[in-house]
């Protein structure tokens, strides 16, 4: 059985973790171009789902909105890039357990989640073939959830 993440679940689930995590909304943009945000300052966050549904969930954002959500998550600590990695990895573990459990209903089987990986610039799912990829404006910033299937979710490529 083919399943595939509505735009409107994913929209759903962005808004709620800014909506949650900053105090904001996150607002989908059909037109925002992905390559205009300079390979330097994207950051990538990536957790693996496997069971039912294998593939992975990908958030690209900047080093100046990890640092801001940094800033959110750990108040009244000096925020690093050490402790903004930390914080993108939270952010990348909380929209992949909210979307792994998007699957888990769909396909009406548990599914699991990898331990997230973070890194400077882009990563890809070799193999992988992507279901569904919304971009949203968070306050300036604008931030990337993308989710794929693959066979092998669980070698992430830098």
């Known amino acids: 059985m083919a399943v595939t993440p509505a735009e409107s679940d994913l929209q ?4 709620g973790v800014m909506s949650t995590l900053l105090q904001t909304h ?5 037109r ?3 390559s205009r945000m300079a390979a330097e300052s994207t950051w990538t966050g990536c957790v693996a789902i496997g069971g039912a549904f294998t593939g ?3 958030v690209k954002c900047t080093r100046d909105f990890v640092h801001r959500i940094a800033e959110a998550m750990f108040t009244g600590e000096q925020v690093t890039d050490e402790l903004a990695r930390d914080a993108l990895a939270e952010l990348t573990n909380v929209m992949g357990g909210n979307i792994k459990s998007l699957f888990s209903a769909l396909t009406d089987s548990t599914c699991s ?3 997230p990986a973070v890194s ?3 990563l890809d799912i070799p193999g992988g073939s992507l279901l569904g ?3 949203s404006v968070c306050n300036a910033d604008r931030i ?6 693959s066979r092998s979710a669980d070698t992430i490529r830098r």
Do not use: F, K, N
């Open 26 to 30: 996150a607002v989908a943009q059909s």
């Open 12 to 15: 759903e689930i962005v808004d």
């Open 144 to 149: 990337g959830v993308a989710v794929y299937r």
């Open 120 to 122: 400077t610039g882009s």
């Open 56 to 58: 992975a969930v990908i």
């Open 133 to 135: 990829e919304l971009w």
């Open 32 to 34: 925002l171009d992905p």
């Open 113 to 115: 989640l990898s331990l």
